[in-house]
């Protein structure tokens, strides 16, 4: 099952820490493409998996039909292997999307599950010879995702872009609580960071903080292979630290976007605590689709992680895993550096 891991050093414990998750996903470089809705095409994921990442077909915004078609043009870009990802709650059925999932199950490597309870599901998947990525933004919900089965814990933190966890932990906060928590109670399981990350500075930070890999959104929408409007792409490069907001809050939930008159119209609107029918009109999939796909950004909203001030240009999405896989390395090689130096002060103690 692992014969197609190249890049493993000669004598490795498959549950060395930083390999697990290549050998789960059968991939080269730690880095996971996540759920995209409307904007995660199968084009894009096959370019993510055939540079050696792991790209992954989303199905958010899209019919399942529409659904199939991306999965089948993945599998005709790449023979390497892909994901698709499920947000359970975002519809009320989501079985005729397992039933696109059953069809093509020889062509998909792994379902991710977000936004919903995962448990009821990874068996049925599971079954189906798949492996099952759980996202999740606490502790404890890492804790049961593992406990119910997952293959890979993916812990995104507030700083993402699209939906968050209401308890709205972030990134560095979230990954080495969870690491940790799994670690005590046995749980071997992959975990890939997620949420803000658009550097191999980051990644080599997640890496340190006990993470297996990442998972990374926004960068991704900024590839050629993208189906997402220019004009989004652009707004991306020229966005910078303070270019994201949170809407949904109003109604319980956490959604990271681009700032622009639209969402400022959303928040002046949610200061006034409107009625779910209220805000509805300006939340749904369709304000997302006419600003991400047909390009009209003042008339509808897009999804940004706080990461987006390190995006500087458009680029092929293999070119972008592999800059980050390299960066994270070259980043890396200053550590001896710094535990030298540290184990140098008078008073501290290798442990
Ligand atoms: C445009 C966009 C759409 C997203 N749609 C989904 C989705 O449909 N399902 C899902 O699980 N996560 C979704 N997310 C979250 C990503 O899968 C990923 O975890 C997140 O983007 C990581 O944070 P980053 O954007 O800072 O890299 C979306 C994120 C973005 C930016």
């Excluded at 932990?169 to 890939?192: H, K, N, W």
């Excluded at 890999?213 to 991306?236: D, S």
Aim: glycine content about 12%; proline content about 5%.
């Amino acid at each position: 099952m692992f014969s197609e891991v190249t890049n493993m050093p000669g004598n490795w414990d498959k549950t060395e820490w930083g390999f697990r998750l290549c050998q789960v996903l059968e991939i080269r470089y730690p880095i996971l493409e996540g759920g995209l809705a409307h904007v995660g095409n199968g084009r894009l994921a096959a370019a993510i998996s055939e540079a050696g990442g792991f790209g992954q077909v989303g199905s958010a915004g899209r019919s399942p039909e529409q659904f199939a078609e991306e999965i089948t043009l993945a599998a005709s870009l790449t023979t390497k292997p892909f994901g698709v990802n499920i947000p359970i709650s975002e519809r009320k059925d989501n079985r005729p999307y397992f039933d696109v999932i059953h069809q093509h199950r020889r062509a998909i490597a792994a379902v991710s599950l977000s936004a919903g309870n995962p448990r009821p599901l990874i068996p049925q998947l599971k079954e189906m010879g798949l492996r099952v990525i759980v996202l999740t933004s606490t502790v404890s919900q890492a804790l049961k995702a593992a406990e119910g089965g997952a293959d890979v814990v993916v812990c995104e933190g507030f700083e993402a872009g699209g939906h968050n966890g209401p308890a709205e932990i972030t990134t560095m906060a979230l990954v080495p609580q969870v690491v940790r928590a799994l670690r005590e109670r046995g749980r071997d399981v992959p975990v890939a960071a997620a949420g803000g990350i658009a550097s191999g500075e980051q990644m080599a930070a997640a890496l340190m903080l006990g993470a297996d890999g990442v998972q990374i959104g926004t960068l991704f929408v900024a590839t050629e292979e993208c189906e997402a409007h220019p004009a989004y792409k652009r707004t991306l490069v020229e966005a910078g630290d303070e270019a994201t907001v949170v809407i949904e809050r109003s109604q319980g939930r956490v959604t990271r976007v681009l700032r622009s008159p639209f969402t400022e119209r959303i928040l002046d609107l949610e200061k006034r605590r409107p009625s779910m029918e209220e805000l509805l009109p300006f939340i749904v999939g369709k304000s997302n689709r006419i600003a991400a796909i047909e390009g009209h950004m003042d008339e509808g909203y897009v999804n940004a992680g706080q990461g987006v001030g390190l995006i500087h240009s458009v680029r092929s999405a293999g070119e972008v895993v592999r800059d980050l896989a390299a960066e994270a390395a070259r980043v890396l090689r200053r550590g001896p550096t710094w535990a030298q130096w540290l184990e140098g002060v008078d008073g501290v103690r290798s442990v």
